[in-house]
């Protein structure tokens, strides 16, 4: 992983890019993988570890309505999670993961059940994964799922300005 979180680094600095982070089920780990990076300050705004539903709304400006029809485990969460975090830190891109680490599941979804949004200069993405393992590995598959989407994400961005410049 942290091969991918360089890579995201890199790529943020070479671009004058800033990324945030909103974690749900991985705690903290997306942002610590990110933080890892000598010299992350530059590009790592920071990020909100909102476990609970209630942060979820009252940190990241969840609306309380999603929450109550879908739950916390759904991909409009994760992308109202990753535009909350973006608005709150004023970074160029945002990523968000929410879902279920295991061992019962939440929400009428099964453990290993993940969504990871990534909101910045393009349009929306959302990645929806199932996971095997126990809650340790869907922790840290997520985190390297979501650090492969931010890549791919700034690989095509740079890609594309690259392209029009030329």
């Known amino acids: 992983m942290?091969?991918?979180?360089?890579?995201?680094?890199?790529?943020?600095l070479a671009a004058g890019a800033t990324i945030a982070v909103a974690e749900s089920l991985t705690g903290g780990l997306l942002g610590a993988e990110l933080t890892s990076i000598a010299g992350s300050s530059a590009t790592f705004v920071g990020g909100i570890t909102a476990y609970a539903s209630a942060a979820k709304t009252s940190l990241l400006g969840v609306n309380a309505d999603l929450l109550a029809q879908h739950g916390a485990v759904h991909p409009d969460v994760a992308a109202a999670m990753a535009h909350g975090v973006r608005a709150r830190f004023g970074s160029t891109y945002a990523v968000a993961l929410t879902g279920v680490a295991g061992?019962?599941?939440q929400d009428g979804q099964p453990p290993g059940t993940v969504f990871v949004?990534?909101?910045?200069?393009g349009p929306e993405r959302l990645l929806a994964l199932t996971l095997a393992?126990?809650?340790?590995?869907?922790r840290q598959e997520a985190v390297r799922a979501a650090l492969a989407l931010v890549?791919?994400?700034l690989d095509t961005s740079l890609d594309i300005e690259g392209k029009s410049e030329a």
């Open 2 to 12: 942290e091969s991918s979180a360089r890579d995201v680094h890199g790529l943020l």
């Open 103 to 105: 061992p019962d599941p």
């Open 117 to 121: 949004a990534l909101v910045g200069a």
């Open 133 to 138: 393992g126990g809650r340790r590995k869907v």
């Open 151 to 153: 890549v791919q994400e």
